[in-house]
């Protein structure tokens, strides 16, 4: 081999040069510009749009106000008045059909009238809905009014008016008390009135005076906050001002919002952006003037060099050298693009052979075997495609290091090539890790393809010897064929088909999976399901549903469980069981199970505000419990909902708690440790010992549905079943039955004394406005 002349040191060429200088200068001014053009134009279009929605926040409020003052005043068009004087003492019949008709509430646009004799007790009530010009039921918000009634009818004189916001459970509403009296303003009082108007959204977009703006109104968690307004963009499109109201107890507890378009902030913007733009395009024009010139330097003497190159890509053995004349930056280029000829030709050979084996086994590589399959489909041959995958090899990698991996691997690979039938031309590759790849010509048929890889997979049935001694060793396969399966797909093709069968073959415990069609459509769904799942918490496809938990003796319902529903847009409803795995598998569970239990004890927290104090249950993900801050993330939700400890259960599995054990326990300790519940769902479909059940810091075991099915004819099942509720008893915890279907199912649960279930004999999962329908009717009648 010549001696390689020493490197010549290279100069910055001209182009280069100018290339940097131009990209720089160019570059610092865009940034330059970018960094200042926002505090510049941007910041004061932002601060007028500031300044306006703060005017428009203070003008919604002022309108509020003055709803709140006009309903004050209609209210004393019907307290001092003899009609209602004689009503509220001798309700009758007449004054109700003269007075309390449809044209009263649609020209007032009020919603409710409710009627109080002296001693403050509901005489009668009524509830019309403007938006669909029909009397409704009053029941619902007068029973949600009753409980403010000791400061709304806390009227001092006979002038006095009681008003105020009040938030009730199906939005918030204007009312208005004052005390009834004779026509002439005179007493004694007789009773008291009140009528109330809903604010929907309807009656609240009535309010503004910008068409534009969207107004809504919520309830928070009173604070030390004043009324002070304040103003805050949502995103680059949207602008929202806040301030609070009080409501009628005098709390901060209500949220006025006021949003619009972000029409100034956008003009900043595109103002913006046009400087940017036109500056960029000075700069680009700037730039092609200049590289016009180096062209005219530089460049045209490149393009000898240029072609050149070209010459030589279309030869097998490029040989011919780059011409060399002069002694500048160009000449010093050709000189090194020649010394680099000489070695490329030196190493030709040798990165041909790497090109096409495997370093560690000495197979041939993924690239060769697409070659060779490519060949077969060229000249029409059908064959197989075995895709092999070892078993738990990262065990073994984890456990006695990758040494005795890479021994495994090739020992692996010496047997398969001394299993192949070299007068069929079959072939074994390595794709890289622990896969390899079987390539069977001539097997058409499936039979004969799967007994032929059935029989190069039993050379694994004898132990491998490596330096930490012999090892047993399995691996799992998928089968695909050309061109039974996939005439037009190639090899690509083949390989995902062959793959989607081998990860079949692992799921199932079985040694060999042959391709079908299912396969592919069952990882197309899979595929959509993980795509939509991403977006689908944004675009507010989750919902909950609740499943009472009954006591057994009195009927009465005590809590429920929260379960999550997907209503995908084109799918339909779709099983947690298909979901929930991959949810856990994406890492979205973390996501999803926070909205779960935030979404679980917001509900929770509105059924207690209502009267209805429930526990309400939430399953757990093992995902969840992998962390650190899991009870610190309880703990918050359960501060921002207002929801005592006592009502929050969490439910784990065998399964979750399983994955990392001496975690969990620390994890649910810490939880308990709050005042939540902690149970354990499903039991008895796993298989943990009672042992690590006692270990669990736990307060209730859920018997799964499975125990009770066939329980009444089956006394076997009978004397188990006895025996857990005893053993739960006697550890101090509850037992739920889950699944209960009949009543016989209920007998034997009293008999053995368990004293909660669930199940579709009492009723299937609801959605919260069936469930709270459901609470009040099995309130009326228990013994339903």
């Known amino acids: 081999m010549p001696p390689i002349t020493p490197a010549i040191p290279l100069r910055f060429s001209l182009r280069l040069k100018v290339l940097a200088a131009l990209g720089l200068a160019g570059l610092f001014l865009m940034l330059l510009l970018s960094a200042l053009l926002p505090r510049l134009i941007v910041a004061r279009f932002d601060r007028q749009e500031t300044g306006r929605m703060r005017e428009e926040t203070q003008r919604a409020r002022r309108a509020?106000?003055?709803?709140?003052?006009?309903?004050?005043?209609?209210?004393?068009?019907?307290?001092v008045w003899d009609e209602t004087y004689r009503y509220v003492q001798h309700p009758t019949r007449d004054y109700e059909r003269s007075n309390l008709t449809a044209p009263t509430f649609q020209s007032a646009r009020v919603n409710l009238f409710l009627y109080f004799d002296r001693r403050r007790e509901l005489i009668s009530a009524w509830n019309y809905d403007l938006e669909h010009q029909r009397f409704v039921s009053a029941a619902p918000v007068a029973a949600q009014i009753l409980p403010a009634s000791a400061v709304l009818l806390q009227l001092p004189g006979l002038q006095a008016v009681r008003a105020g916001l009040l938030m009730l459970s199906d939005g918030p509403w204007l009312l208005a008390a004052r005390p009834v009296l004779t026509g002439a303003g005179t007493g004694p009082i007789a009773g008291s009135m009140v009528i109330g108007k809903r604010l929907t959204p309807a009656v609240l977009n009535e309010l503004k005076r910008d068409p534009r703006l969207s107004l809504q109104l919520q309830a928070v968690r009173p604070t030390d906050g004043t009324e002070e307004i304040s103003v805050r963009p949502l995103s680059e499109w949207q602008l929202e001002g806040q301030t609070r109201l009080l409501d009628l107890y005098g709390q901060p507890s209500l949220l006025l919002r006021v949003t619009a378009a972000r029409e100034d902030h956008i003009n900043g913007v595109v103002a913006a952006q046009v400087i940017l733009i036109t500056v960029l395009a000075l700069v680009l024009l700037f730039t092609a003037l200049t590289m016009l010139l180096v062209e005219r330097l530089v460049l045209r003497r490149l393009a000898v060099y240029r072609h050149h190159v070209q010459a030589l890509q279309g030869e097998d053995r490029p040989s011919d050298r780059f011409p060399v004349r002069g002694q500048d930056e160009l000449s010093a280029l050709g000189e090194a693009l020649n010394h680099l000829l000489d070695r490329t030709e030196q190493h030709q050979q040798q990165l041909v052979q790497q090109a096409s084996q495997d370093e560690l086994t000495g197979l041939p590589n993924r690239r060769f075997f697409q070659q060779r399959l490519a060949a077969l489909l060229r000249v029409g041959q059908p064959f197989a495609v075995v895709l092999l995958d070892l078993n738990d090899f990262k065990t073994i990698n984890d456990t006695l290091g990758h040494e005795v991996g890479d021994e495994v691997l090739r020992a692996v690979a010496e047997r398969f090539l001394r299993a192949l039938r070299p007068e069929a031309q079959e072939l074994v590759a390595r794709l890289g890790g622990d896969e390899f790849v079987l390539l069977l010509p001539d097997t058409p048929q499936a039979g004969p393809a799967a007994e032929r890889t059935a029989a190069i997979l039993s050379v694994l049935q004898i132990p491998l010897p490596t330096s930490a001694g012999e090892l047993f060793?399995?691996?799992?396969?998928?089968?695909?064929?050309?061109?039974?399966?996939?005439?037009?797909?190639?090899?690509?093709?083949?390989?995902?088909?062959?793959?989607?069968?081998?990860?079949?073959?692992?799921?199932?415990?079985?040694?060999?999976?042959?391709?079908?069609?299912?396969?592919?459509?069952?990882?197309?769904?899979?595929?959509?399901?993980?795509?939509?799942?991403?977006?689908?918490?944004?675009?507010?496809?989750?919902?909950?549903?609740?499943?009472?938990?009954?006591?057994?003796?009195?009927?009465?319902?005590?809590?429920?469980?929260?379960?999550?529903?997907?209503?995908?847009?084109?799918?339909?409803?779709?099983?947690?069981?298909?979901?929930?795995?991959?949810?856990?598998?994406?890492?979205?569970?973390?996501?999803?199970?926070?909205?779960v239990l935030r979404t679980a004890c917001t509900q929770a927290g509105r059924w207690r505000a209502a009267g209805q104090s429930l526990r309400v249950a939430v399953n757990l993900s093992a995902m969840q419990l992998r962390g650190g801050a899991f009870a610190s993330q309880v703990a918050r939700i359960l501060a921002d909902c207002g929801l005592p400890p006592e009502l929050l259960e969490l439910e784990v599995t065998e399964t979750a708690v399983m994955d990392d054990l001496p975690n969990a326990i620390r994890q649910l300790t810490q939880i308990r440790a709050l005042g939540v519940t902690v149970a354990l769902d499903d039991f008895g479909t796993g298989y943990a010992s009672l042992e690590l059940v006692r270990e669990l810091p736990l307060d209730k075991l859920k018997l799964d549905r499975s125990f009770l099915s066939g329980a009444e004819a089956d006394r076997r099942r009978q004397v188990i079943i006895a025996s857990v509720i005893r053993m739960a008893g006697e550890l101090?915890?509850?037992?739920?039955?889950?699944?209960?279907?009949?009543?016989?199912?209920?007998?034997?649960?009293?008999?053995?004394?368990?004293?909660?279930?669930?199940?579709?004999?009492?009723?299937?999962?609801?959605?919260?406005?069936?469930?709270w329908t459901f609470l009040h009717d099995s309130a009326r009648s228990p013994s339903s």
């Open 473 to 595: 060793v399995s691996a799992s396969a998928g089968l695909s064929r050309w061109p039974d399966e996939q005439e037009q797909g190639g090899a690509s093709a083949l390989l995902k088909q062959a793959d989607l069968a081998m990860y079949r073959a692992k799921a199932s415990g079985t040694p060999l999976e042959l391709y079908t069609p299912v396969l592919s459509e069952e990882a197309r769904q899979r595929s959509v399901i993980e795509r939509d799942l991403r977006g689908a918490l944004d675009r507010g496809e989750f919902t909950l549903v609740y499943q009472p938990v009954v006591d057994l003796h009195s009927g009465k319902t005590v809590g429920c469980e929260a379960l999550l529903r997907w209503h995908h847009p084109e799918l339909g409803a779709i099983s947690p069981q298909c979901f929930i795995p991959v949810a856990e598998e994406s890492g979205l569970i973390g996501e999803l199970g926070l909205w």
């Open 732 to 771: 101090g915890w509850q037992i739920v039955a889950e699944g209960v279907e009949t009543p016989e199912q209920v007998d034997l649960l009293l008999t053995w004394h368990c004293s909660l279930a669930q199940g579709y004999l009492y009723a299937r999962p609801m959605r919260p406005d069936e469930f």
């Open 64 to 79: 509020l106000a003055s709803e709140l003052a006009n309903l004050s005043t209609y209210v004393l068009n019907w307290t």
